[in-house]
């Protein structure tokens, strides 16, 4: 049973984010793309989990299949608002039942219409992980935002209580950025704050103007004005995806040299961005 924080002591991690499939075709397309990403031999795969549990069972089944029918480990995503303890004891009752280790531990965002709150024991991610230590030995992760969270009202605030959640956890993996300035001064922020647990950059590689900024706008990364610039001097939507591509691999290298703990790609379920970013690092492949 490989636990995150175990590989993050003794060399860098390599890992791909996924999110559960809802039917079967999904389900058929995203089994194709980790047989393409196993051959780098990643550290772990992560399964995201919709907020207040709308994809419950389908990030269960997609974790228990990695676990079961991959090398690879696995590491569920839990939001925590808008569940009760017993759900969440539920929950990670089946995981250590099917040797599953890592977490990472999430508030997730309320529902829009305050009239679809669910009954909740939890408010923040710090709620969820105090319950994890209670009835698991779980390594658990936590999410960082390197520009501060949406609904923080600022960003020492944000880093106050961020450094307070990595003191109770083992390991942080952070929202998609596209300068670098905002990972080193996060992880310098941590280091004065008297945290120095690894912190995981997560990395998106632009393949679609369009879809970064809605994702930019929900997520409070800012999509740069170079980066936007050299996007749009793009001819065709592959050459779009190639400047995107090229644009991650260079904050990839950037982030090695500065000496990142690992690299955390956000898939959207595709392989080819990031094996195209493998192979423009020269990182091995199995
Ligand atoms: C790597 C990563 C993976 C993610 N995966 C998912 C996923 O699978 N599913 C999903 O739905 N969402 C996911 N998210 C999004 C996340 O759920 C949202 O950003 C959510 O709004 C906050 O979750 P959190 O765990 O960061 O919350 P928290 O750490 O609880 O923080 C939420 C807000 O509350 C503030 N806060 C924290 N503690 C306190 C306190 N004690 N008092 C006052 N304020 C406090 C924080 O500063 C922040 O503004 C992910 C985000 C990242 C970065």
């Known amino acids: 049973m490989t636990r995150i924080a175990d590989l993050l ?10 999110s559960p499939p809802k039917s079967a075709d999904g389900s058929m397309s995203l089994g194709r793309t980790i047989a393409e990403l196993e051959p780098l031999a990643p550290s ?22 990695v676990q079961r029918e991959t090398s690879i480990p696995p590491m569920a995503h839990l939001t925590c608002v808008g569940h009760t303890h017993a759900e969440i004891a539920d929950i990670i009752a089946t995981y250590v039942d099917a040797g599953i280790v ?6 997730g965002d309320p529902p829009k219409n305050p009239a679809d ?3 909740s024991d939890y408010t923040y991610a710090t709620d969820l992980i105090e319950h994890l230590r209670e009835i698991s030995d779980l390594c ?13 009202p600022d960003l020492a605030t944000d880093r106050r209580l961020l450094a307070e959640k990595m003191k109770v956890s083992d390991f942080a993996t952070t929202q998609f950025f596209f300068d670098i300035e905002h990972y080193v001064s996060l992880v310098n922020d941590l280091a004065d704050l008297g945290v120095d647990k690894p912190v995981i950059p997560g990395i998106m590689p632009v393949t679609n103007i369009g879809q970064v900024e809605r994702m930019a706008q929900l997520s409070g990364a800012a999509f740069p004005d170079w980066l936007r610039a050299r996007l749009e001097a793009g ?13 991650a691999t260079q904050l990839c290298a950037d982030l090695l040299d500065a000496g990142a703990p690992g690299l955390h790609f956000y898939t959207l379920n595709k392989s080819t961005a990031t094996r195209e970013i ?4 020269g990182l091995p492949v199995a």
């Open 9 to 18: 002591a003794t060399g860098r991690t390599f890992s791909f984010e996924f």
């Open 44 to 65: 772990f795969v992560s399964v995201t989990y919709g907020a207040g549990g709308s994809t419950r069972e389908h990030t269960r089944d997609t974790v228990l299949w």
């Open 102 to 107: 890592n977490v990472l531990a999430l508030a």
């Open 117 to 119: 709150a669910r009954p």
């Open 140 to 152: 658990i992760g936590v999410a960082a935002h390197p520009e501060g969270h949406p609904r923080s």
């Open 235 to 247: 001819t065709s939507p592959e050459h779009v995806r190639q400047i995107g591509v090229e644009a």
């Open 278 to 281: 493998y192979a423009q690092l």
